[in-house]
């Protein structure tokens, strides 16, 4: 392994909202020398916040990456860095950055604790295997409470919390850590912005507690290894800070443990050994598994390992378009190495690209870089043809890596330009903002001309008009949000269709039979069986009719709504040896689709919403009483600082302006955060109301 590998970290910072992500990167970039000025969200200066939107609204709307380098012991180590949003709008920014990245930081808040979206982050960890630390933050604030945040952090997110730092004081008398490797103080300097810290001996009042930690920790380690159980057993405080540190390393790697660390970043306290500890337990990219692809010309699996020798691949994970340079492609390398100016396979199109130049980000701005290898995060400018979870590669050499699933839109709102110049202005915007954000989506509706665009929620599509003003200078016109339905056939039908055109010549003749219904549990998008016996249907018409299946299913019969799932069951049917072709298949199978599901029972699916309230005692009654009329079901109410946090399960039709609602009640004293949970069925009372106010008639 090279030593650049091995000096490198790619990491995120990853939290829930106002848990102070971007302010502990703020920090990293100063103490690292990479800024010779802290920024701060709350004036708008944070460097990592660069848009006009994030800096307006004091949050993280896209991950923007950066490069700093931490002096540990004398060796110089690379720490490229993504700081992800924490609103749940935005949570396809954490989606894509964790799929490449080796570690991570998660941030909570030392008086929140773990908060939902904590949890939604922390399973989309879980599911890329991405080792992480855990830094509890806001010490300094008044209710804080490590050793909850650490209780939470075991009950909640099912982990192993391992607390590396007891705090030394808390709330406004927080001053500093306990080091349990070390069992020494560190106690920061208020005077130089956190530069200076001093290191001394444990404070009196803590060394029981202490001496209570640091024993299960180095009891836990000397039961990792043989050597060190029995070193630990002649003399319990053998156990040098190099073999402890080199136990915890391996067990973060492999996922069994998570070292917890705890500071104050707005005070400038804690953040130093944040960064020792990233460097010292989270992996290099040499010692994450190797990524495995599939050859697409041999479909067998391949491996790529983080070697600079091995054949070039790289997976895109997000397309950012840039006022100067033009679309910049953010790609992690996972084997192999890239000049400035060479070509590329991309696996996803099969054609070949020049990437011109290479670009090393430090948020919107761009170093210049030669080359780049195994290892590396870094963005790529001169592409035609790029999309988000594309693989490029080595041309000799083809692979396609695992893509980047995202989440479906679930609220829609209808565009229009307030001037007829900017008609395709407005067309051609739209499609570049779709390219940056996989979780935004335009359609033009069929029926009413207009154009519709579907995001994550309220403020994801707020920020993106709002884009459209600003960056495109197009003024606009947009209609009441709405929900995105889906629709959904809960009956089981077996339909025969046969598909015949005569207009002179060579005409169109297609015949099948299938049996349509509800998808497997959990199964996601069409579920096709192939179960023709005989020849009836000649294997290479197969694709079309599954084609024809999946196109179809993007338009219900109830209100045009798309399926989420659906279970085809091709059982036979029969070609004419020259009529028949793929296209005739799949029309075949649309037209099938639509009388099947005619004569099947559909229903109308809506997008149920995981929502947390929380609101002082004498609010409780109020804010449940609310909930019920919008449908919700109260899942449980819990206890904690002061206040009652409600748990609930409620439609996102009865959700909009429930923020201003939750002000007036609770004389705003209450806050809520709400994240997409699964879709379920409309009650039937409310179907017709829906289709109704679509289509403009109801339904008999």
């Not at 006009?52 to 931490?70: L, M, N």
Request: include cysteine; proline fraction near 4%.
């Amino acid at each position: 392994m090279s030593a650049k590998l091995a000096h490198t970290r790619n990491i995120g910072i990853m939290a829930h909202i106002d848990a102070g992500k971007t302010t502990t990167t703020e920090r990293i970039l100063y103490y690292t020398g990479e800024n010779y000025k802290i920024g701060e969200v709350h004036e708008g200066t944070a460097t990592m916040d660069w848009m006009i939107q994030e800096q307006e609204r004091g949050i993280t709307i896209t991950s923007a990456a950066t490069t700093v380098y931490w002096n540990l012991k004398d060796e110089k180590y690379k720490i490229n860095i993504i700081d992800t949003p924490g609103h749940v709008d935005f949570t396809v920014e954490v989606e894509r950055s964790l799929r490449v990245l080796d570690g991570a930081v998660a941030i909570f808040c030392a008086v929140g604790g773990v908060e939902p979206q904590s949890e939604t982050v922390w399973k989309q960890a879980d599911k890329y295997r991405v080792p992480r630390i855990s830094f509890v933050n806001k010490m300094d604030r008044a209710g804080a409470d490590f050793f909850e945040v650490i209780n939470q952090i075991k009950d909640k997110l099912g982990a192993n919390p391992v607390p590396l730092q007891i705090p030394i004081g808390e709330e406004e008398n927080f001053v500093g850590v306990v080091d349990l490797i070390t069992n020494k103080a560190i106690v920061w300097d208020d005077d130089s912005l956190g530069a200076n810290y001093t290191v001394t001996e444990v404070p009196e009042e803590l060394k029981e507690v202490v001496n209570e930690y640091r024993t299960k920790l180095i009891e836990g380690i000397a039961e990792e290894d043989e050597k060190l159980f029995e070193k630990f057993m002649a003399d319990h405080d053998s156990l040098t800070p190099e073999e402890m540190r080199a136990v915890i390393r391996k067990a973060t790697i492999e996922h069994r443990i998570t070292p917890v660390l705890c500071g104050a970043s707005f005070k400038n306290k804690g953040v130093q050994p944040l960064l020792d500890a990233i460097v010292e337990y989270l992996p290099n990219p040499a010692e994450i598994d190797s990524v495995v692809g599939v050859n697409p010309r041999t479909e067998a699996e391949e491996a790529r390992h983080a070697n600079p020798q091995d054949p070039f691949s790289a997976l895109v994970f997000k397309i950012a378009t840039d006022p100067y340079v033009g679309r910049l492609a953010f790609v992690k390398v996972y084997s192999g190495s890239l000049e400035a100016g060479s070509y590329v396979l991309n696996t996803g199109t099969g054609k070949k690209e020049r990437i011109s130049r290479i670009m090393q980000m430090h948020a919107n701005k761009q170093n210049p870089l030669e080359h780049i290898e195994a290892g590396d995060i870094a963005a790529l400018i001169g592409f035609k043809e790029l999309r988000t979870g594309d693989t490029i590669c080595d041309e000799k050499h083809p692979i396609i890596l695992e893509s980047i699933t995202f989440p479906e839109p679930v609220i829609t709102i209808a565009v229009e330009p307030k001037t007829q110049d900017d008609v395709d202005k407005l067309e051609a915007s739209l499609v570049k903002l779709a390219e940056e954000d996989p979780t935004f989506t335009v359609r033009i509706d069929e029926e009413t001309g207009q154009t519709v665009i579907s995001g994550m929620g309220e403020l994801h599509l707020d920020i993106i008009t709002d884009r459209l003003r600003r960056e495109f200078k197009i003024e606009i016109n947009k209609g009441n949000p709405q929900v995105a339905y889906k629709e959904a056939i809960v009956s089981t039908i077996e339909h025969r269709e046969i598909y015949k055109k005569q207009h002179g010549g060579r005409g169109k003749f297609a015949d099948i039979q299938f049996v349509m219904g509800p998808a497997d549990e959990g199964f996601k998008g069409l579920q096709f069986i192939n179960d023709i016996k005989g020849g009836n249907i000649p294997k290479e018409y197969v694709p079309a009719i599954e084609k024809g299946f999946r196109i179809a299913m993007q338009n219900g019969v109830l209100a045009g709504f798309s399926l989420e799932s659906l279970k085809v069951r091709l059982v036979d049917g029969s070609f004419h040896t020259v009529d028949s072709d793929s296209l005739a298949f799949e029309i075949c199978a649309k037209v099938g689709f639509r009388e099947a599901a005619r004569k099947s029972r559909s229903v109308l699916m809506e997008p149920m919403m995981r929502l947390e309230v929380n609101v002082p005692d004498e609010y409780v009654g109020e804010i449940t009483s609310d909930l019920n009329k919008r449908r919700a079901s109260v899942e449980g109410i819990e206890h904690k600082n002061r206040y009652q946090i409600v748990k609930a399960h409620v439609p996102l039709a009865e959700m909009f302006g429930y923020v201003t609602s939750l002000r007036t009640i609770t004389s705003g004293r209450g806050t809520s955060s709400m994240e997409f949970s699964h879709y379920a069925e409309l009650p039937a009372a409310l179907t017709d109301d829906i289709i109704y106010k679509i289509k403009g008639y109801l339904v008999k």
